[in-house]
């Protein structure tokens, strides 16, 4: 079910009926799917407990390892700004698999 729901999702498909679109534009979710008006975001900041950890994974843990292995400043100021271009440019991988953990923790819960 939680495949389902990432695959479907990175493909810019609705998680529900996997026909309409998820995304707005590259940095902006839609509210609701214009197929099956299923909400992807019932509250406003309901994502972010999962967004939170995605984008410790993208951003803070390459920094944390380059602090560990005690590169020099010249190669930590380059590979933060890397991890900074991949940060912003998987968007909405970030946004996504956020949407997609929430979307199944909801189903889940409701089942339940």
């Not at 590259?26 to 909400?39: L, T």
């Not at 939170?52 to 190669?75: C, E, H, K, N, T």
């Not at 968007?91 to 979307?103: C, E, K, Q």
């Amino acid at each position: 079910m939680l495949y389902r729901y990432i695959v479907n999702i990175l493909n810019d498909k609705c998680p529900e009926c996997a026909e309409g679109s998820v995304f707005l534009t590259r940095f902006k979710m839609k509210e609701k799917c214009d197929v099956c008006d299923a909400y992807f975001i019932e509250k406003n900041g309901d994502n972010w407990f999962f967004l939170l950890f995605i984008d410790r994974a993208f951003f803070i843990f390459p920094v944390v390892v380059m602090l560990y292995f005690g590169l020099s400043m010249a190669y930590m100021l380059i590979g933060t700004l890397f991890s900074l271009l991949v940060f912003i440019y998987a968007t909405p991988f970030r946004l996504g698999l956020s949407l997609s953990f929430d979307y199944y923790m909801r189903f889940n819960q409701r089942s339940n």
